[in-house]
């Protein structure tokens, strides 16, 4: 399947990825007096909502409960496990005053739920028998971000956080849940369109407190990549610092382990920017509020001016009892061509045009917005059409998608040829690794690219070796500039 090139220039990626926000409608970012805050429009609501609706169905398929936690989070509550706080003492928001008086207790504005959760968590469950217990939530939460905040990528305010967390009676059915979640997430993902990588993170990036990792990524058009989901085994050490111990099977007492799984505003910045092309958005058809829309252009001879309008109207409702998102765009005060480029810029899967020739013809003309390609088609088979040409826009955006990434993907034997690929902005590097921490430090250091870790499912491979202690390499280690 063609798509239109995107002629963008790589260089501009941020120019036009901003552009393109402004243009559809979806966020309004860089304007207010607050740094790493920005507010939702109207369409870019309908987007996140749809984008909420697909991962709501998907944990409560699979059992999960939604819950809400307070936002606050008192000091010694979120300085429980030492390593956790550790890891986000740096970017807590702290609440010190209320009104005049000074608190006796700092109240951290959520980074995450880990520790407030195991709390209530501690107060809920005694036995082996409530368990497995799996809560989520959807809210905002909040880091003080103090790289270079972006709209949607690296924000201070992430306005839709789904964050999941799960406990367990051991180790195994954590792990267990662990890969769960990463099905859950890959079914999501899918469901966008949005390729990823998965890889266990390395030991000195896994979340704060956690066993261990397993992150998704994507690429970006500018060869940078994202994390857009992670999902962590947190082991036992958030209950041990509660001191929160369940009874089990055999009537002995543990503590019980836990997993936390989250995907944040990320999510709809891969759509755009994975997506998305010159003309500006480009929706999935599941995922978009209006999947249709229908203009007719008003002939030239005034007399069957009304003809036209009703024969719109009909297919418009014929669409609309065949369960399809449509809208008709009747308005008078807009040439057909600017209603395109504003239907084109929100990035709606399908536009049907109806004329005087279409009328005549019991026809109508559809234009696929992936890529641009015009078709007349009979009235009879219209809503056919229109539901197939959907599913070839949906399979079109993933193939293309992937495609993109994969190719972008390259195993190298050493940190000089990554170097010179990652220079190129050619996207992931994977070279042999001995599995030994200062080896990676090293080439990251001599790449100037950050570690993604090793691939999930693990992945063995025959020969090679380290390029820097020149050990037999155990597996590969992944590397790319990131956000
Ligand atoms: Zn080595």
Redesign the pocket.
């Known amino acids: 399947m063609i798509r239109p090139k995107k002629s963008r220039l790589i260089s501009s990626f941020s120019e036009w990825f901003d552009s393109v926000l402004r243009k559809a409608e979806v966020y309004d970012y860089g304007r207010y007096p607050v740094k790493g805050m920005g507010v939702w429009l109207p369409y870019g609501f309908q987007i996140r909502k749809k984008i909420i609706e697909k991962i709501r169905d998907l944990l409560d398929e699979t059992s999960h409960e939604e819950v809400l936690f307070p936002l606050l989070i008192p000091d010694w509550m979120l300085k429980k496990e030492g390593e956790h706080i550790r890891g986000f003492e740096d970017e807590v928001y702290w609440i010190t005053h209320g009104g005049l008086e000074e608190l006796d207790q700092k109240l951290a504005l959520r980074p995450t739920s880990e520790t407030i959760i195991t709390y209530y968590e501690s107060l809920w469950y005694q036995s082996y028998r409530q368990l497995p217990k799996k809560l989520y939530q959807i809210v905002s939460m909040f880091r003080y971000e103090t790289k270079a905040t972006r709209a949607l990528i690296r924000l201070r305010e992430v306005t839709t956080f789904k964050e999941a967390h799960t406990l367990h009676e051991n180790y195994y059915d954590a792990e267990r849940q662990a890969r769960e979640a990463i099905e859950i997430y890959k079914e999501f993902f899918d469901t966008l369109k949005i390729p990823y990588l998965i890889s266990k993170r390395p030991d000195w990036d896994k979340f704060a407190g956690a066993l261990y990792t397993i992150a998704f990524d994507t690429l970006l058009p500018d060869g940078k990549t994202l994390q857009i989901g992670t999902v962590h085994h947190l082991g036992q050490s958030f209950p041990k610092a509660f001191n929160f111990k369940i009874q089990l099977k055999d009537g002995s007492y543990d503590h019980p382990w836990q997993t936390s799984y989250g995907i944040s505003d990320r999510v709809l910045a891969t759509l755009i920017a994975i997506h998305g092309d010159d003309n500006g958005l480009v929706l999935p058809p599941s995922i978009a509020p209006l999947q249709v829309v229908v203009v007719p252009i008003i002939p030239s001879n005034k007399g069957i001016k009304g003809d036209v309008n009703k024969y719109a109207i009909v297919i418009v409702d014929e669409l609309n009892k065949n369960g399809i998102k449509v809208k008709l765009d009747d308005r008078e005060d807009m040439t057909p061509g600017e209603k395109y480029y504003y239907w084109d810029s929100k990035g709606v899967p399908l536009r049907i045009e109806i004329g005087e020739r279409e009328f005549r013809e019991n026809t109508a003309t559809i234009v696929r917005r992936d890529t641009l390609e015009k078709r007349v088609v009979n009235r009879e088979g219209l809503i056919e059409e229109v539901k197939v040409t959907m599913k070839m826009i949906s399979q079109n955006l993933y193939d293309t998608a992937w495609e993109n990434m994969k190719k972008r993907i390259h195993r190298v034997d050493t940190p000089e040829e990554a170097k010179q690929l990652l220079n190129k902005k050619e996207g992931i590097v994977e070279i042999p ?2 599995g ?1 921490e200062e ?1 990676a430090l090293k080439i990251m250091d001599s790449i100037d690219a950050k570690s993604l870790g090793t691939p999930w499912p693990s992945e063995k491979i025959n020969g090679g070796k ?1 390029p ?4 037999h390499a155990v597996t590969v280690m992944r590397y790319a500039r990131q956000y």
């Open positions: 690794w001995c030994r080896c380290c820097i202690c020149g050990r």
